[in-house]
């Protein structure tokens, strides 16, 4: 996860590979803070990747031999995912924070 840090604003915010480089607020430019994944980012991927699977199973019509359970497995693993999310973010930013405590 990567994080855009102004010196001038004091301001920390999530960024992607593919945005620009720019503080949101002044436009100067941010220091980029790398935060890498951790098991909650990765358990996050595989409930993903679990979840996507079931769904497309079901538009597919595909019996898994599940039955019902599918139903709960389906739903459990994508709301899963999103608190793994959640706390990959939470981890991450506490991280970034840390780091730029240090550098400043
Ligand atoms: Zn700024």
């Known amino acids: 996860m990567k994080f855009c840090y102004c010196p001038d604003c004091k301001d920390l915010q ?6 620009r ?6 436009g100067g430019k941010c220091r980029i803070i790398s935060v890498p994944l951790y098991y909650y980012g ?6 993903s990747a ?3 699977f079931l769904v497309g199973a079901e538009i597919l019509r595909y019996d ?14 994508l709301i899963l995912a999103m608190v793994f999310a959640a ?3 939470a981890r991450a930013v506490e991280i970034a924070q840390k780091k730029v405590g240090k550098v400043l």
């Open 42 to 47: 990765a358990a996050m991927y595989a409930l």
């Open 14 to 19: 999530p960024t992607a590979w593919y945005r």
């Open 87 to 89: 706390l990959e973010t």
């Open 21 to 26: 480089k720019e503080c949101k607020l002044c």
């Open 64 to 77: 898994l031999g599940l039955g019902d359970l599918r139903l709960y497995l389906m739903f459990g693993s």
């Open 50 to 52: 679990v979840g996507a």
